[in-house]
């Protein structure tokens, strides 16, 4: 193993164990390409060290895990084990729905841009210009 202080993990080792991706080799790729951050801090070198009580976020699957670090492991044991390496701060996706719209209106696709009293319309059930 690489010198490594005590009390510390690789974040592509790290990410592997605790069976967030399939492969170390796509943790790697992960924390190469940037998407990964450490304390709200963008890593970009998959040898970056983690300690207990770092906090990491990064995409999966269509949504952004937010996941703490409580302790470490030698190797990519079961679900259950590797459940106890993290704690998943990642907010219920009713909460992500409720956090992503957006106040822009809806239309459907090839509808063209909208008229202005189609416009005015939007804006009157948005309330943005009171009359």
């Known amino acids: 193993m690489e010198n490594q202080k ?26 190469r390409a940037g998407k990964v951050r450490l304390n709200g801090q963008k890593i970009t070198k998959a040898k970056t060290s983690v300690m207990v009580g770092d906090v990491l976020t990064f995409p999966q699957a269509k949504i952004i895990r937010i996941a703490k670090v409580l302790a470490f492991n030698t190797r990519r044991g079961p679900a259950p084990e590797a459940q106890a390496l993290y704690h998943d701060m990642t907010p219920p996706p009713e909460e ?3 956090i992503g719209k957006s106040r822009v209106a809806r239309r459907d696709r090839g509808a063209g841009r909208p008229t202005k009293s189609e416009r005015r319309a939007t804006d ?8």
């Open 6 to 31: 005590p009390g510390t993990q690789r974040i592509d080792i790290w990410l592997w164990h605790a069976r967030f991706f399939k492969t170390r080799s796509l943790s790697t790729k992960i924390c």
């Open 96 to 98: 992500i729905l409720k």
């Open 124 to 131: 009157k059930l948005k309330n943005i210009f009171p009359d």
